[in-house]
T-cell receptor, first 113, second 116 residues
């Protein structure tokens, strides 16, 4: 069975500050890991995915995440927050094949002016 | 390329009624997934359809059901609606990779169901 835990249901940062959203996974097989973003009243949009090709993954909108097997983590970072980054962020895990993703509980990011 | 489309955008029902939600996947995608996003409960996996068959279901009662049509579109039916069924229902589709590789899901904007 696979699962992800997102630490912190709400994170608030100032505009221009570092964004760090935490995700830890549990998986009995080498995992595929994802970060999705959900803006108000919208569906989920893929930010980035880890597929074992490289441990540092770059995504859209300046976000990146690093896969650390020793820490079973896949934290999402962005060097400088922008007001438009305010949204809910979900970490997800899956194994191989077409199985559904298992999502974390989400982290709501607030960006203060 | 058209994305995943869902209808209706909003649906209001009363307790005991039935709701039907529809989803059209991205062209070429054969797998369709349904998730429930209730307030404060995150995304809960409901159902997965592939090539017209139900492949897996989450921990939901049988009154949640659905099907996938030959054109790969899908509908989700919720019978005997209860107040706690009020949620955003998200549909996603994927191409799949023949059993290997990452399964990237593309989501629709969702259908918001309100049960009064």
């Amino acid at each position: 069975a696979q699962s992800v835990t997102q630490l912190g249901s709400h994170v608030s940062v100032s505009e221009g500050a570092l964004v760090l959203l935490r995700c830890n996974y549990s998986s009995s097989v080498p995992p595929y890991l994802f970060w999705y973003v959900q803006y108000p009243n919208q569906g989920l949009q893929l930010l980035l995915k880890y597929t074992s090709a490289a441990t540092l993954v770059k995504g859209i909108n300046g976000f990146e995440a690093e896969f650390k097997k020793s820490e079973t983590s896949f934290h999402l970072t962005k060097p400088s927050a922008h007001m438009s980054d305010a949204a809910e962020y979900f970490c997800a895990v899956s194994g191989t094949g077409r199985r559904a993703l298992t999502f974390g509980s989400g982290t709501r990011l607030q960006v203060q002016p | 390329e058209a994305g995943v489309t869902q209808s209706p955008t909003h649906l209001i029902k009363t307790r005991g009624q039935q709701a039907t939600l529809r989803c059209s996947p991205i062209s070429g995608h054969t797998s369709v997934y349904w998730y429930q996003q209730a307030l404060g409960l995150g995304l809960q996996f409901l159902l997965w359809y592939d090539e017209g068959e139900e492949r897996n279901r989450g921990n939901f009662p049988p009154r949640f059901s659905g099907r996938q049509f030959p054109n790969y579109s899908s509908e989700l039916n919720v019978n005997a609606l209860e107040l706690e069924d009020s949620a955003l229902y998200l549909c996603a589709s994927s191409l799949g990779t023949g059993g290997t590789g990452a399964n990237v899901l593309t989501f629709g904007a969702g259908s918001r169901l309100t049960v009064l």
